[in-house]
């Protein structure tokens, strides 16, 4: 079993201090939160946010790779180009998603109402939805109330975005560090998400937004982005099932004591592994929220021939309903394991291949080890564990997190829409 | 909504009958089964099927696509080369799947045994194994019983073998028919399955063995089976998640009125389309008798652009957990539907797709249609629909049948392993 990993961020030096705050952690962000009435008629849940930051930024941003793509995310994707986006608004309960001409109208209203309520040009404002696909937006409720919600902006309101974009979350997802570069000198990362939708975004959308007061240039931020991006919210979007909506946003102002971040420069790799921490971290709190979910699986593969082969054995096995189902039920059925490994697409040699539950092997050189059945059990009892399969191979390596599949999941999820359009009829909302 | 479709056998005007017997309904074919303990140690239910041929055959057969093959399909990999394996041994209860060397001697030792019994070489005998992965075989109470197994061999045996190759089924899966070629000549193929294990075969595994006393040639036999099983069981397997013993055998042995069938005649075509339809009734039976399974969905995708496009957008929809989900809720989701084939790689245009259900439109142009949800959800109620998801961007087709996901399909899942464990340790069996 080896010990080997191809993220460079294992062996930096630097220690982050976590802090409060999320996206207002940083210098010059501040955030607010009001309630619409989007996610519940009766208007007591936050679910419209704004985030800004108070001077001019370097913005980057992924999108879904859908086919099929939210107004939001269209409308985004435009404004990003330009590059200074500074504004978020960001709203819970309705995706925006297939409305056609009129949810790209909405995006725009939404997008316009921030920047008049903010002396902000429109490409200036990103704009994220999230929640049931199909059903027009309540505009009529959202952008009367936005210059309401641009007062409300503070240097602490971070705690109040995350719950304004939660949906079926049951808690919010925050965090944000403070990097030291020494001689006094530091800079900060925060971000606030949202997922559920147990390990693949559920259409209720995956969305994070980070902000940072390092100096940064765009292209380092691009990098920085690809590499953070690659190392945490890939890892648990596990079979491409990436939702309509999924948005992560990064904007930079620069306001921090730490000096601009050069190209190569061992800051620049601070950098990138201050934003992975963080994307990490949020990615880590999607997972472990996800709905109904009552494991949190990590699954290893190493000694593969090529990082995809790694990969595609650690996807399959991650997202395989029979391990997910086994998981559940605390039985360590290395058998299932190795039988998504073999159809994963990986090249394999079964009679090489080791499965470890934590450090306790299952199956050595493709058959049943002595290890006690009992022994096993004891590993996947606990909420949170590690499966390592050794392909003894190569050196590839590759991990993602996944989690059960439980009973409560599929009743969780079993009547959505029927649910919302009737709850929505019945208040005469659609 | 077209109707086109790219299936010959559906513009056949030769009428099948319906026949008893599955795999002993055409003449020459025998079959039996005994119970030798392999399924529960108090030896009460069949575990061990034999079928023969009387007579020469010519044989055909496919494995699964998994890395990690069983020991069994191993040995049948090489015996089916000779081309004229003309006996099947098959037992459930053991995979005989991840046992090294011992697993290729158990499974090499059933040929034999049976080989001794029936006054055949060994190569002539294929072998199959159904159950739990990764424990030795129990050969010691296998392989004496097989003298006796072939003892009981009738002309009437069909139900006997079906049973017998069991695991999670609820009910033996049998499917024969007589084919009339006019002047009273006819020929008949026969033939059983196991399946279960929802709608991706289970490490259960799927098992079919099929037979007919059509007069065919190696090569048209291929061209047959490669038709037939395209157009039934893959449509059931539908995410690549064939598990480690999947096999279909088809056996001919010519012993029918009809004179050999001869390459591109009407006969050939008219085989092909028996083959098919023995398949497709046998797959049916699978999803339908899928693990807790309540509700069996035809997923109907038309007007792509490439049969590769339909066959990826129809194959997301129907392996999609939360699109599963909201069928078991009864749920009309059409936006889970719509965002499964927005990731499934199938080229698209989000404003051009419509979705039915059965006939009804649910999503226009990409748009939530007029159609009153409590109309939708009548259909979804129903234990059998039609999802139909029109691309309106060429005339390619693709079906697949897919099943709910159910609570009771998590909880049947969540301890196999451990309790197969256990019950055999306490019986002192392994």
Redesign the interface.
Known sequence: MSAATHNPCSKLRVQFKPVDGGVTAPLGFRAGAISCGIKNPEATRLDLALILSDSPTVTDAVFT?????AACVRVSQQHVRSGDARAIIANSGNAN????PQGIQDAKAMCKAAAEALGLKMREVLVCSTG????NMPIQRITPRVAELAGKLQPKGGDEAAQAIMTSDTKPKIYAIEVPLGKGLSFRVGGIAKGA??I?P??ATMLSFITTDAKVSKDELKRAMRFAVDQSFNRITID?????NDTVIVMSNGQASAPAIKKGSPEAEIFRCALQKVMMELAKMIVSDGERVTKFVEIRVCNARTHSDAKKAAEAVAK???VK??F?????????I??????S????K??LIDIYFNGLIA?K????SKTP?SDL?KVVREPRFTVTIDLNSGNAVHNVYTTD???????F???????A??AK?QKGLV
């Open positions: 790779t859908n086919k099929v793509r998603a297939c409305t056609g049931i696909i199909g059903m939708g147990m693949c559920n259409m491409g099932d990436t939702s309509t395989s309903l029979l189902c086994s559940h039920g605390s039985d360590p059925n290395w058998g299932r190795i039988h998504a490994v073999g159809y697409g990986a090249r394999i079964e009679e199956c050189g493709g058959l049943t059945v059990e599949l439980s009973e409560a999941y599929v009743d999820n079993s009547s959505e829409y029927s649910a359009v009737h009829r």
